[in-house]
């Protein structure tokens, strides 16, 4: 497709379990954005690829989130032993000509 | 430490009715200011970018313009599509990611 994929649109879980959440760039696109959107709050910077340099990952909440970029492409989030406080949603972006461009999100709820 | 500020969080207007929306902004330097639009239940979708004091951007009834401190989107004789929450967010020297305000959400009454 030409835009920005996620899967699942939708996420519920238990607390405690582990859930991984993936985001499809658009092609071509070398820098890639995690962030999360929870209800009334604006979106919050979680984490940054470009190409093959160390990503940023000044704005990962805790050491439960992590995220990797496999090939410069696909980027999966992880979040670890999840708790009812990271339910939001999590919405990817992908960077072309100094635009990001956002996929639809993950609505992720925890229990 | 960098802040956007969004204002009014709501606002109600007849169709036709133009109102502009309000983007302040206190960052350590600008690299620049985008404005985003979102449907509920959607990613946002990107509008326009500003760069520098004085840009203005125009598409179709919407008209964004930067200053040092704030930017506007003026909404000229809406209609009931553009009703969304419009999101500004900046881009700082020496960043890559986005700071984001919390939004306006507009309702556009037929």
């Known amino acids: 497709g030409a835009g920005v994929s996620q899967s699942p649109s939708n996420k519920v879980t238990e607390k405690g379990k582990d859930v991984e959440l993936r985001c499809d760039p658009i092609?071509?696109?070398?820098?890639l954005y995690w962030y999360r959107q929870s209800l009334g709050q604006g979106l919050e910077f979680l984490i940054y690829?470009?190409?093959?340099?160390?990503?940023?990952k000044s704005g990962l909440p805790s050491d439960r989130f992590s995220a990797e970029r496999t090939g410069g492409s696909v980027s999966t989030l992880t979040i670890q032993r999840t708790q009812q406080e990271d339910s939001a949603v999590y919405l990817c972006?992908?960077?072309?000509?100094?635009?990001?461009?956002f996929g639809p999100g993950t609505r992720l709820t925890v229990l | 430490e960098d802040q956007v500020t969004q204002s009014p969080e709501a606002l109600r207007l007849q169709e036709g009715e133009s109102s502009s929306l309000n983007c302040s902004y206190t960052?350590?330097?600008?690299?620049?200011l985008f404005w985003y639009r979102q449907d509920p239940g959607k990613g946002p979708e990107f509008l326009f970018t500003?760069?520098?004091a004085g840009e203005e951007k125009e598409k179709e009834r919407l008209k964004a313009t930067l200053t040092k401190k704030e930017s506007f989107l003026h909404i000229t004789a809406p209609k009931p599509e553009d009703s969304a929450t419009y999101l500004c967010?900046?881009?700082?020297?020496?960043?890559?990611?986005?700071?984001f305000g919390q939004g306006t959400r507009l309702t556009i009454n037929p």
């Open positions: 972006a992908s960077e072309g000509h100094n635009e990001q461009f």
């Open positions: 092609s071509g696109h070398t820098a």
């Open positions: 690829f470009q190409g093959n340099s160390a990503p940023d």
């Open positions: 960052v350590s330097g600008l690299r620049g």
């Open positions: 500003l760069y520098s």
């Open positions: 967010a900046v881009q700082v020297k020496g960043a890559q990611k986005l700071v």
